[in-house]
Each structure stands twice: as structure tokens, then as C-alpha cells.
């Protein structure tokens, strides 16, 4: 039971790292969020379909990843409390099912840039007012997937402080990063323009995943 356990362990850690390089080679390839300017994204789609499918594949590759880190860290942490394991295990799930869902959607969009190139008139704004409900449909996705992944970081986090099995500056900082996703993205659900703790927000959420993959990955086993 115990080598299951650091495995899962050794797991977690890597694939929180890991989930931040897909996550940036995705926007270095060009799938990023709040981007609604349709003529434009249609028009870079059609000019490189194969860029943009490569950053749709990573995409999914890393929100499925999402869901086994879910899964490892209920397996390292829920013998510590079974609720707080459980409802951190169900919204980071839950963080990952709707974007996996709207990184398929988004692969319409290539048929759409197709027929745009050679469109005119009334035609090409129809297909560049669907592309952009589907670039809209995303962000608000991404959205409320990202408040998820707040609640399931928060309940975690509360694990981590309660039961001393991390280090507490770990902990803490995952008490931060869960609270300013789960409010500062609730406010932008109602206000889509909402850029209140954005740059504070995301660098919290970026340190923790980054500390906590870290130690997860290389400390000493913590449950004996």
C-alpha cells in the first residue's frame, strides 16, 4: 500500500508540471483564451490548420491529465479526510471534463476558417459571428472550469494546513491561489471584461502548482 502510494505520489507532482508546459505549448501554438476577434482567428486558422490542431491535441492531452492528477491525489491524500479528498477530487474532474468538451467544440472552428477564406458579404459575417460564439462559448467554459479548479485547489489546500502534510508556506499559498480563481473568476462570469486579481490570481495558481509538483515529486514519502 505504501509504494502505491509514493507512486501516486511521484505521479501528482510530475503531472502538475506537466500540466503547465502543455498548457503553455498550447498558447505558444496558438490556442489562447479571451481572444474574440473572429475575422482575425479564422483568418490565422485557414492561413495554419496544422498549428492550430497541434494546439488543440495538446489541449486535450493536458486537461485529460487534469483528471489522473484528480485521481492521484485522492489516492496520496484521502486516507488524511475522505471529504476534503472527495470534493477536491470531484471539482478538479469537474475542471476538466467541460474543457475537454469545449477543446472538441473548438475544432469546428477549422471547417468554419475553410469556408470563410472564400466567403463574401453576408455568408463570411454569418461564419465570423458563429466563430465567434465559439470562441465566446470557450472563454466562458474556461471560466467556470477555472472556479472549479479553485474549489478543488482550496480543499486540498485546507487538507494540506490541517494535517501538516506538506510544508505550510505550501498550503497557504494554495489557500491564495484557490481563493482569488474562485472570486476572481466568479466576478468574471458577470462581468466578462473583469480583469481584478488576473495577473495576481494566475502567478499564485502558477507558484503553487509549480512548489507543490516539485515537492511531490522529489520529498520523502509522507504517509508511512
Given at each position: 500500500m505504501i509504494i502505491e502510494i509514493e507512486i501516486a505520489m511521484r505521479v501528482a507532482g510530475f503531472l502538475f508540471l506537466f500540466i503547465l508546459v502543455t498548457l503553455f505549448a498550447s498558447i505558444v501554438f496558438g490556442n489562447d483564451i479571451g481572444d474574440f476577434d473572429s475575422d482575425d482567428r479564422l483568418q490565422k486558422i485557414n492561413n495554419n490548420p496544422k498549428k492550430f490542431?497541434?494546439?488543440?491535441v495538446i489541449a486535450l492531452i493536458e486537461w485529460v491529465r487534469i483528471i489522473a492528477l484528480a485521481i492521484m491525489l485522492f489516492i496520496v491524500f484521502s486516507p488524511y479526510n475522505l471529504i476534503l479528498g472527495v470534493v477536491g477530487t470531484i471539482f478538479r474532474i469537474g475542471e476538466g471534463l467541460p474543457r475537454i468538451h469545449s477543446e472538441i467544440n473548438s475544432w469546428g472552428l477549422l471547417n468554419i476558417?475553410?469556408?470563410y477564406s472564400g466567403s463574401s458579404g453576408t455568408e463570411k459575417?454569418?461564419?465570423?459571428?458563429l466563430g465567434r460564439i465559439i470562441l465566446q462559448t470557450r472563454n466562458s467554459r474556461w471560466t467556470l472550469a477555472t472556479i472549479?479548479?479553485?474549489i478543488g485547489i482550496l480543499a486540498y489546500s485546507i487538507l494540506f494546513v490541517t494535517y501538516g502534510v506538506v510544508p505550510p508556506i505550501i498550503g497557504w499559498l494554495g489557500i491564495v491561489a484557490g481563493i482569488?480563481?474562485?472570486f476572481g473568476n466568479g466576478i468574471k462570469l458577470v462581468k466578462p471584461n473583469f480583469k481584478g486579481f488576473t495577473a495576481i490570481?494566475?502567478?499564485?495558481?502558477?507558484?503553487f502548482e509549480v512548489i507543490i509538483g516539485g515537492w511531490l515529486l522529489f520529498s520523502p514519502l509522507i504517509i508511512s
Open positions: 490542431k497541434i494546439s488543440i476558417a475553410r469556408q459575417n454569418a461564419l465570423s459571428d472549479l479548479d479553485g482569488l480563481c474562485i490570481g494566475a502567478l499564485s495558481y502558477i507558484l
